[in-house]
């Protein structure tokens, strides 16, 4: 059995930045090649990367659905292989060695390519086919309808969808999904975006409300009063939004209770609990709209981008490209069909 060093150097042959060994199956030899394969799997490259991630041998070994004794060995294993320790062993908190850090940004690069690999043998395929895993709050399913499902179905009968209600707080590196579609930018690197409508926000009370209260003009005036808000991890703490002359400001606010539905916060508001901020296509053209008033006039309406986040560095397979397109253009002619300017498509 070989022994482990606990680390590598910069200038090791091991890893050579400059030489041609490591640009291009032109400048290694297929013995060299085969020797590599031998030194190196895909799925525990798959488990390297996941611990790293997790941050532990037990939380990597769950998401794989493997036994913690299981990923160590195979770690070490590798580790045997190589020649070098990954990780170093002496602490109880996963620390990789030099050596590790350095592996850990080609074994993600060689990932990378096998995925975008993989993507380039799907965009082969005449036609988009597969399993669309979407992450999607509530209330912007509850926008698209099942019409646009299904007329999407009959024209790529191959795609099936899988599809969850994801809140944006819960959007990391665990959420296993194809495409997340929110308005809200995820804290994890993970994700690449594209912009495909804009969404309007605006703050409502009910008449119960503004009748007993004082009168409201501006948005700083809210801090004067109850406020029912959304859960949401991206805005400041106790503070809302408020639009100024296309500058997006904060205001603190008074929360009187904090909830993760817009259903639960729209009950509340209409029974005259407090002010709310929503998009507006939940209300307009709703019966909420005798329940729900505006409170402001039009200049300080919020806009926000409803962005679709996918996978970052990795090639559009095709389900997931139709699908954007056809859901962008869906949305584009809801705007003009509903009239209320509640989206708008960037397209």
């Known amino acids: 059995m070989p022994t482990l060093k606990p680390s590598v150097t910069s200038d090791s042959n091991l890893i050579e930045e400059n030489g041609p060994q490591s640009y291009g199956i032109s400048g290694i030899s297929l013995d060299s090649l085969s020797e590599l394969a031998e030194k190196i799997k895909i799925d525990e490259l798959v488990l390297f990367q ?12 769950r998401h794989l659905r493997l036994s913690a004794p299981t990923a160590s060995k195979k770690i070490k294993k590798m580790e045997e292989r190589l020649g070098y320790a ?3 062993r002496t602490t109880r908190l996963i620390k990789m060695t030099d050596f590790g850090e350095q592996f850990l940004q080609y074994s993600a690069k060689i990932l990378n390519e096998l995925e975008n690999t993989h993507n380039f043998l799907l965009n ?5 086919a597969g399993i669309l895993t979407i992450g999607i709050p ?7 309808g099942g019409q646009f499902f299904v007329e999407f179905r009959k024209k790529y009968p191959k795609i099936t969808f899988a599809i969850y209600n994801v809140l944006a707080s819960r959007l990391n590196d665990d959420v296993e999904v194809d495409l997340y579609i929110h308005a809200f930018e995820p804290k994890s690197r993970k994700w690449a975006s594209q912009t495909i409508l804009e969404i309007e926000l605006e703050y409502f009370a009910s008449k119960s409300y503004i009748e007993r209260s004082p009168e409201l003009v501006h948005p700083l005036q809210l801090v004067q009063h109850d406020v029912l808000s959304i859960r949401n991890p991206f805005w400041p703490v106790s503070s809302l939004p408020w639009q100024d002359e296309g500058v997006l400001r904060w205001m603190p606010i008074k929360s009187i209770a904090t909830l993760d539905s817009f259903d639960a916060l729209l009950d509340w508001s209409s029974n005259g609990l407090g002010v709310i901020i929503c998009p507006t296509n939940l209300i307009d053209g709703t019966n909420l709209e005798s329940k729900l008033y505006r409170l402001f006039e039009p200049k300080f309406k919020i806009r926000y981008p409803l962005k679709a986040f ?3 560095g990795s090639v559009t397979p095709p389900k997931t490209k139709v699908f ?16 209320n300017n509640s989206f708008h498509s960037d397209t």
């Open 324 to 339: 954007l397109e056809e859901l962008t253009q869906y949305f584009k002619s809801y705007s003009c069909q509903k009239g």
């Open 124 to 128: 082969s395929e005449q036609e988009p």
């Open 86 to 88: 990954l990780f170093d």
């Open 138 to 144: 509530q209330w912007i399913l509850s926008e698209i």
């Open 310 to 312: 996918q996978s970052a």
């Open 50 to 61: 996941t611990v790293v991630t997790r941050g532990s041998f037990s939380s990597a070994a």
